[in-house]
């Protein structure tokens, strides 16, 4: 591998951080703060007395952080750290991983991990599966062999979901949509499947509530497509 292969695969995620400021420093010195932050994104977390309240996920930290002074989390925090992240499809999970770890009060929600399967199951079966084999070993037959146990392994029927937009783009589509003031891009599959930040949704909600975690959305009226003359046109208008 080449230096230059070498060097951009190790490029790092956070690229700037400011760790437990006074919340006063919007107010005293608001240019300077503006100026280094500009409009980054990336993980934050506010603190009460050196306690840690609360983590979120902001696409412009600088705006995020100073509207918490005022909705319903005034009052509750007086310093904040902030860590400036490169863009990256994973930046949503990261911050669900903090939420999970650290859990703190001003969280009303626990950090979602979309994918990622529960091992706890498997985890649980390996361990009852060694403790047979176990038994086994101490009370086996009379000719020194062990008793083991034949299990039908159950067949997994699969399940296919309808999917609304099958076959509307044969030749596949982009499809955009603009959610405090980030705009997001998925892909329309010949199948239906929408394909966003890595993953396959099956309908056009789905892939909002990527985007929107709290409410409800019609992913029909939250994205778009551009016609032929590039307008763009709500989905919504494809089930007319």
Known sequence: MSK???KRGSRPIVVGHLEKISSGVFEDFPDQVTGLIKKGQGVYALYRRNKLYYIGLAGDLRGRIKWHLKDR???????FSLYMIRKTDHIREVES????????????????????????RALNAAIKKRQEEKREKIFGDHKGKAKRKKTKKKKKTKVIKERPLRNVFPGGKMIYAKYKGTVYKAWVKRNGGIKFKGQIYDSPTGAAKEIIEKGAVSGWNFWKYK???GNLIKLRTLRK
């Not at 989390?73 to 310093?79: I, L, M, T, V």
């Not at 903090?98 to 091992?119: T, W, Y």
């Open 73 to 79: 989390h005034k009052g509750k925090w007086d310093r």
């Open 4 to 6: 230059k292969h070498a």
């Open 227 to 229: 016609d032929g003359a």
């Open 97 to 120: 991983l903090l939420v999970r770890i650290a859990g703190p009060d001003g969280n009303k929600q626990r950090g979602k991990l979309r994918v990622s399967k529960n091992l706890k």
